[in-house]
């Protein structure tokens, strides 16, 4: 008689395929379930110690950056701080911030001469993360402004009546700034920067070259510069205007900025090392830290230059014997404004 394959309600066997003997299948479950918590101990320690090594480099990871952020601090700690007050008042601002835009302002001091503190060099920089881009603005040192408690000047002495505290508050409230940072550098420092990245490459007309020692006679061209080449060419002002020496320290910013990018980040802490000790500044050193891993992760490498305040809308005029460089100020902070805060371009030969 031929065995049935079908099962009963209550049938608790099943026939193998193979053998056709029956199987109970309460026992075929005890098997499986026997079988699944063997394979789930082997798991567990796998799993424990994909865990443990996971735990290990988020520490691991967690310690570098520590390190990374002590040691920086430490290097920019070695800026000469300055301590300046920091209300909207005593820094001249009357505007609110914009986002995305941090102005700082460099001072460039030419002890040489014989002028003291007074600013040689008055240049903004613009970090506009908005747009991806650094404006480098130079402020015509004989502007003719109005310095708090000391009347009508030319802008440069600010910096000499009361240092970077007054330069700040005299930027901001005559061209209506949010300006709340300053790095102050000595020329004379200068070199040291210079020959701590490498040493510069610029553009020279032949009757610049004519005036930098080692390059007399020499073509127009692109030539390396030495720190002291560098600072010579700064310097440059017989040959021509007080407009074109401004163009060429934005020239030697531009280049300064754009070798800065162009380290290897293993050599960052070896240039930061030799450079901050000779800066001047009231940026703190997370502030420090934090623009600089900005820029460098947006890859903020485009440099624009202009001059404020224009030359179509200002003249130099000598007042009581004295040279002052005059401007329609009203027009030049509406066109500044617009240039620094909205990114809109310049339509004059001030850009360059």
């Given at each position: 008689m ?9 049938d ?5 395929n193979?053998?056709g ?7 075929l479950k005890?098997s499986s379930?026997?079988r ?6 082997e798991?567990?320690p ?12 988020v520490?691991i ?12 601090n430490y290097i ?8 300046l007050q920091?209300d ?5 601002i ?9 102005n700082?302002?460099f ?5 040489e001469?014989g002028?003291?503190?007074r600013s ?6 613009t970090?506009d993360?908005?747009n991806?881009?650094?404006k480098?603005?130079s ?13 009508m000047?030319k802008i440069?002495?600010?910096?000499a ?5 007054l ?5 901001n ?18 070199p040291?920067?210079i020959?701590a990245?490498?040493?510069l490459d ?7 070259a ?10 127009d061209?692109i030539?390396?510069l030495?720190?002291?080449?560098a600072?010579d060419?700064?310097r440059?002002?017989?040959?021509d205007?007080d ?9 030697v910013m531009?280049?300064?900025?754009d070798k800065i990018f162009s380290?290897?980040?293993l050599?960052?802490p070896?240039v930061?090392n030799?450079?901050?000790?000779l800066?001047t ?5 997370y502030k ?13 490498k485009h440099?624009e ?16 014997g ?27 030969d001030?850009?360059?």
């Open positions: 031929r065995r049935s394959n079908n099962k009963n309600e209550n608790t066997y099943q026939y193998d193979v053998l003997e029956p199987i109970d299948q309460k026992e005890r379930k026997r699944s918590n063997r394979s789930n101990q798991q567990k796998k799993r424990k110690k994909k865990k443990g090594f996971l735990k290990k480099l520490f990871l967690l310690a570098l950056v520590a390190i990374f952020l002590i040691y920086f920019f700690s070695k800026t000469q701080k300055a301590s920091t909207n008042e005593a820094l001249g009357t505007r609110s911030s914009t986002f995305g835009i941090t700082l302002v001072y460039g001091l030419d002890s001469e002028i003291g503190s040689d060099t008055i240049m903004i920089i970090i993360n908005r991806g881009k650094i480098l603005s402020i015509v040192r004989d502007s003719y402004v109005d310095i708090p408690g000391y009347g000047d440069n002495h600010a910096y009546y009361g240092g970077p505290q330069a700040l508050a005299t930027l409230s005559n061209f209506d700034l949010d300006v709340r940072y300053f790095a102050t550098v000595n020329f004379e420092s200068m040291k920067i020959d990245l490498g040493g610029l553009y020279l007309t032949a009757a610049e004519n005036e930098i020692p080692g390059l007399e006679g020499k073509p061209g030539y390396h030495t720190g002291p080449q600072l060419f700064s440059i002002r017989k040959i205007t407009f074109e020496r401004s163009r060429r320290q934005r020239d531009t280049g300064i900025i380290q290897t980040p050599s960052y070896k930061m030799e450079i901050m000790p800066v500044t009231n940026l703190p050193s420090i830290l934090g623009l600089g891993t900005t820029m460098l992760l947006r890859q903020t440099i230059q202009a001059r404020f305040p224009l030359a179509s809308l200002s003249n130099g005029e000598n007042i009581d004295v040279y002052y460089y005059v401007f329609d100020i009203e027009e030049n902070k509406k066109i500044l404004d617009s240039y620094i805060y909205n990114d809109i371009p310049l339509l004059t001030e850009e360059e």
